[in-house]
């Protein structure tokens, strides 16, 4: 393959790879799980099961927060129980004590992170339940495809790196050429 197309494949490789926004994509997997849910909150939480200890890393909510979702998740300890919980945690909405209603189920991955997929802001029941861990299927199979995409960039930004720089193309007219010089009598 001449060199000029070698660069132009990487190139359109790396750009089609490299066009997934990861944040962007965790954004709209929170956003599509609230609508799923019929809930007016999500987000996805990072656990640590050895330390206990969780914290949120993207919520989705209305704006102003009225529900104040965000002190609630840091102020109530829900999310030390996510960190150890082992399956879906459900927690029942009460108004009187500003408990929003709270549903959490783990996103099966298997890289190293715990991840829990939640939405809040109602009551939910076990049908909430079944449909929100069949959510977290499919959004774990995105994020880790996401993460292979991201690795494949690295890896071919690698190759490309090691390719042959394009050996630059200058024509060469007839009367350029150089000729053998005439051989006369000696």
């Given at each position: 393959?001449?060199?000029?197309?070698?660069?132009?494949?990487?190139?359109?490789?790396?750009?089609?790879f490299s066009c997934l926004d990861r944040a962007g994509l965790t954004d709209r997997l929170a956003r599509a799980a609230a609508t799923v849910a019929r809930a007016a909150y999500a987000g996805f939480v990072r656990c640590d099961p050895l330390r206990e200890e969780a914290h949120?890393?993207?919520t989705h909510g209305p704006p102003g927060d009225p529900l104040r979702m965000r002190a609630w998740l840091a102020e109530s300890g829900v999310l030390k129980e996510l960190a150890a919980a082992d399956?879906?945690?459900?927690?029942?909405?009460d108004v009187s004590v500003g408990a929003p209603g709270f549903l959490a189920t783990p996103v099966p991955?298997?890289?190293c992170d715990h991840v829990s997929l939640w939405v809040a802001g109602r009551a939910f029941d076990t049908a909430d339940e079944h449909l929100l861990g069949r959510f977290a299927t499919a959004a774990g199979r995105a994020l880790e495809?996401?993460?292979d995409l991201?690795?494949?960039?690295?890896?071919?930004?690698?190759?490309q790196a090691f390719t042959p720089p394009r050996r630059p193309r200058v024509p060469v007219r007839p009367q350029q050429?150089?000729?053998p010089p005439a051989t006369g009598p000696d």
């Open positions: 393959m001449p060199d000029e197309r070698v660069h132009v494949a990487m190139r359109e490789l790396i750009s089609a949120a890393v993207h399956g879906p945690l459900c927690l029942a909405r991955l298997t890289t495809a996401a993460g991201e690795a494949a960039t690295r890896l071919l930004r690698g190759v050429r150089i000729r």
